[in-house]
């Protein structure tokens, strides 16, 4: 089984771009999760999409980052502009629906912002 | 105060040596995670556990409900276990997940 997929996997901007995260979920998962996650720091949920609707997103700073899953499967999350203290790793996750389900990650995108 | 906290931040150790990371909770959970992060990012769940105690290999994990209380031990520890292990409890309120900051753990050989 195909784990789930995120790119890039680094990616150096200066602040003020724009910059945008991939994430394919494992296939058959319906539930996907965008984390922030600061060095020292354990991740931060950004976003939760039941299949393309939003679950979550209540830390979401909705003024410079978006995120989407048009089709309920792969998802964008996007940020513009950037700000230095959005350096961080982006997680995604995946999971199948239900209670105390399980969540596997991507291997993450760290992003630099300078 | 955190909803989850873990102890120690930071722990090295030398090889062979048997390791405890514990975390603490306040809230009423459903379930509780333990996961591993390796340089690089990425994140691999490692037990999720409501009751009890769990093993896989060497790494052992045991809740106690009660206590609001997990710890993950390793025993036989080596070189290739160090990473950040992560504790996350889902809340049994709205079933987010709510993270520990992690445990640095380095094993020297």
């Known amino acids: 089984e195909a784990g789930v997929a995120q790119s890039p996997r680094y990616k150096i901007i200066e602040k003020r771009q724009s910059v945008a995260f991939w994430c394919n979920p494992i296939s058959g998962h319906a539930t996907l999760y965008w984390y922030q996650q600061i060095l020292g720091q354990g991740p931060k949920l950004l976003i939760q999409f039941q299949n393309n609707g939003v679950v979550d997103d209540s830390q979401l700073p909705k003024d410079r980052f978006s995120a989407e899953r048009l089709k309920g499967v792969d998802s964008t999350l996007k940020i513009q502009p950037a700000k230095l203290e959005d350096s961080a790793v982006y997680l995604c996750?995946?999971?199948?629906?239900?209670?105390?389900?399980?969540?596997?990650f991507g291997p993450g995108t760290r992003l630099t912002v300078t | 105060k955190n909803e989850v906290e873990q102890s120690p931040q930071n722990l090295t150790a030398q090889e062979g040596e048997f390791i405890t990371i514990n975390c603490s909770y306040s809230v009423g959970i459903s379930a509780l995670h333990w996961l591993q992060q390796h340089p690089g990012g990425g994140i691999v769940s490692l037990f999720m556990?409501?009751?009890?105690?769990k093993k896989h290999g060497r790494l052992i994990a045991t809740i106690n409900i009660q206590e609001k209380h997990s710890s993950l031990h390793i025993t036989a520890s080596h070189p290739r276990d160090s990473a950040v292990y992560i504790c996350?409890?889902?809340?049994?309120?709205?079933?987010?997940?709510?993270w520990g900051a992690g445990t640095k753990l380095i094993i020297k050989p």
């Open positions: 556990l409501s009751s009890g105690k």
């Open positions: 996350a409890v889902r809340s049994s309120g709205n079933y987010q997940l709510i």
């Open positions: 996750a995946s999971s199948s629906t239900g209670t105390n389900y399980e969540q596997y």
